[in-house]
């Protein structure tokens, strides 16, 4: 898990449960994006919640799964906004 550490000490992370993290303090867990299936039974990955762009379209959900997590760690958790 990857753990980005901000100057004011908030933590930012994509939730996983490798590590209990209540063990960091009071926890505020936000969705990032919204993985849903298109009219003609696509699937796209809108990452509007963190200011991103919508993903896709692709043939399987865990495709945009996996493209909505490498878009949040090269984009959102690197970013100290």
Not at 32 to 48: I, Q, R
Request: glycine letters at 8%; one cysteine or more.
């Amino acid at each position: 898990m990857q753990m980005l550490i901000q100057p004011d000490g908030s933590v930012r992370c994509l939730y996983g449960e490798e590590l209990d993290l209540h063990c960091l303090g009071r926890l505020a867990i936000a969705r990032g994006s919204h993985v849903e299936p298109t009219d003609d039974g696509l699937w796209t990955a809108d990452l509007s919640p963190v200011d991103g762009p919508v993903l896709g379209p692709f043939n399987n959900r865990s495709d945009a799964l996996d493209a909505e997590r490498q878009w949040l760690e090269h984009n959102w958790l690197t970013s100290t906004r």
